[in-house]
């Protein structure tokens, strides 16, 4: 038992490592968590390779690679051409092969310690480790000792948070942990759906119910994007369940949704008793939920940010030049937006944010061709992407990293090729 506890807690700092990486004071400052990983990576991905005495990498990661090294040579193309030496994403193959490079790094641990590694399975840490952030999050919050302690290990950015007043857990703070979050709540989304194995094992829906509502309210505390995650997941079940024939649920799957009830009773009831007695959570939990509460309170919703966003970040090219091929320009808040569409089409025009595009969706495609019944999951992960586009420039590509090294690894995978 004690050596089941000591294997799921390694893996879960190692995923937490690769997923939300830091970098450390004892080690410089450019040598993060993610790249350590990924050269464990490397190292994995030989060891596999003298297993099966040959070099192969799959058709997916190919195609995902070449698609990454296309966007990266016409970034630099724009910079070039625009006489800058901005080269932000004229490296995204090199910030792709990191990724990829840690994920499977991660996956093999799991394999190696584990026995096996699928999507249920990297699923179940994915989803630990965000629940655990949050409750690092509030630790520290609560804790000033156990903050000064993680404050003189880990490199973060934290002096900001501290400014700004943002809970931060280590590695997971404002839209990185957004993300983050709201990838993982998709695949959970897809767990506790009609497809998922949630439906039939009691013990793990109450597990992924509770960490799903955990998840959302400390999450969206955390950072606000984590709601997107969170409605793209509901969306999700609400999906699958419809499609069941009429008569169709077993008494499982009823004890499933009495479990669903009670998991949200039980959560409102904890939340409603921690906002009236905490003025602290009140706080922070009105901060998490503002658009809901100006929604009840004014009619409207709408939140700080997406006043800021909609003010005066909404800005676009002026002249066709910059909108074919962008202006070489991203780095340093040149354009004062934080809006992903703006930026990327200033930096790269519409034809590099089409390529980055695709490339996000080739990925989407990918993993309905290596799990079954995962095409609501796909089509969402890739929605995640566009819709985040929005507030802020970032990828997901750490979950397709993921997915595809999880499948690379699956020896003998439950989830056969569609």
């Not at 169709?248 to 009830?261: D, K």
Request: with cysteine; aromatic share 16%; hydrophobic share 50%.
């Amino acid at each position: 038992m004690l050596r089941k506890v000591a294997i799921i807690a390694f893996n879960c700092i190692v995923v937490s490592l690769v997923i939300f990486p830091v970098s450390f004071y004892f080690l410089p400052e450019q040598l993060n968590s993610k790249m350590i990983l990924a050269l464990a990576g490397i190292l994995a991905f030989g060891i596999e390779c003298l297993r099966k005495k040959s070099l192969s990498i799959s058709t997916p990661v190919l195609l995902s690679a070449i698609l990454a090294i296309v966007f990266s040579v016409w970034c630099y193309f724009s910079a070039t051409v625009n006489g800058t030496d901005d080269v932000t994403y004229a490296s995204y193959w090199l910030s792709f092969a990191t990724w990829l490079g840690g994920a499977y790094g991660a996956c093999w641990i799991i394999r190696e310690t584990e026995g096996k590694i699928n999507l249920d399975s990297l699923t179940l840490y994915l989803t630990l480790v965000c629940l655990l952030q949050c409750i690092l999050a509030l630790v520290i919050d609560n804790n000033p000792a156990f903050q000064r302690a993680v404050d003189r290990i880990f490199i973060q950015g934290q002096e900001f948070y501290h400014q700004v007043d943002r809970l931060y857990g280590i590695g997971a703070s404002l839209d990185v942990a957004g993300v983050r979050f709201s990838a993982v709540l998709i695949l959970m989304a897809h767990q506790m759906s009609a497809y998922g194995k949630a439906l039939d094992n009691p013990k793990l829906a109450v597990f992924y119910f509770v960490s799903y509502a955990s998840i959302l309210i400390i999450g969206s505390i955390i950072a606000r994007t984590t709601w997107v995650g969170a409605a793209l997941g509901l969306i999700y079940m609400g999906l699958t369940y419809s499609g069941l024939k009429k008569g169709s649920i077993s008494s499982r799957q009823a004890s499933f949704w009495l479990i669903l009830t009670g998991v949200i009773l039980l959560t409102t009831l904890i939340t409603a008793w921690l906002y009236n007695s905490s003025p602290g959570f009140r706080s922070n939990f009105r901060f998490g939920f503002e658009g809901f509460f100006n929604w009840v309170e004014q009619g409207t919703f709408r939140t700080d940010s997406t006043d800021k966003l909609n003010g005066h970040m909404w800005i676009w090219p002026q002249d066709s030049r910059t909108w074919a091929i962008g202006s070489g320009l991203f780095g340093d808040f040149v354009f004062r937006t934080d809006i992903g569409y703006c930026r990327f089409i200033l930096y790269c025009g519409l034809i590099g944010i089409t390529l980055f595009s695709l490339f996000f969706i080739y990925n989407g495609i990918a993993v309905i061709r290596l799990f079954p019944k995962t095409v609501y999951l796909s089509l969402l992960l890739i929605a995640l992407t566009f819709i985040v586009w929005m507030k802020v420039a970032t990828d997901i590509f750490f979950i397709y990293a993921l997915l595809l090294s999880t499948a690379s690894l699956s020896d003998r995978p439950s989830e056969a090729p569609a």
